[in-house]
């Protein structure tokens, strides 16, 4: 009696199967992340440029004031600001935390605070949580923001996004990490 042919040692080896795994989910990942990712448009106004989500709606406030707002999620948005350095002898960051507080008042809480530099120039980084209400008779929901806040000759530029916490750390990474100057000298 013959005993039977061994299995060809593809068979019989996990590893080449592991590693044709480990392949084909790498591929996946990296399609799925670029068939999800947004296109992205630019801001530029005011010596200011950043990318955002190209198919939020855009809306100007008021001359130097912006908002893009996510069609998805309406809490989901990024503002801009840009307006004269303030007259008080303080530094960006006390005058963005008093703009913040007085906004939202009791509602307004500080987590974190640091500088981040960017495109050779230093931003004052600020995290923070706020309730708001979306219309007079809705509960008061709870958001968070960060912000970038820069002083550059006579000018303030603040860029914020809110959303959830985890929609802001997304949001930070793929448009605040973005914002730059043109011109002018830092301060």
């Known amino acids: 009696m013959t005993e039977p042919a061994p299995p060809p040692r593809l068979w019989v ?14 591929v996946g990942w990296v399609v799925h992340r ?17 990318q955002y989500p190209k ?22 948005r ?21 703009e913040r507080a007085t906004q939202a008042g009791g509602y307004y809480k500080r987590l974190e605070r640091g500088d981040v530099e960017l495109g050779g120039r230093k931003w004052t980084r600020t995290r923070f949580s706020y309730a708001f209400k979306t219309d007079e008779e809705a509960a008061p929901a709870l958001a968070t923001g ?34 730059k100057l043109e011109g002018g000298r830092p301060r």
């Not at 198919?55 to 989901?76: H, K, L």
């Open 13 to 26: 080896h996990d590893l080449p199967v592991t590693i044709g795994a480990l392949v084909l989910l790498s």
């Open 34 to 50: 670029t068939m999800t990712r947004p296109q992205l448009a630019t801001f530029h106004a005011e010596g200011l440029a950043f």
């Open 55 to 76: 198919g939020w709606y855009p809306r100007e406030e008021a001359p130097g004031r912006w908002w893009y707002e996510s069609i998805d999620d309406p809490a989901q």
């Open 78 to 98: 990024i503002e801009v600001r840009v307006e004269p350095a303030p007259r008080l002898a303080a530094s960006v960051a006390t005058t963005v935390e008093f």
């Open 146 to 179: 960060i912000e970038y806040a820069c002083l550059n000759d006579d000018r303030q530029y603040v860029v914020t996004v809110h959303g959830s916490d985890a929609q802001v750390a997304e949001m930070e990474r793929d448009y605040l990490r973005t914002v």
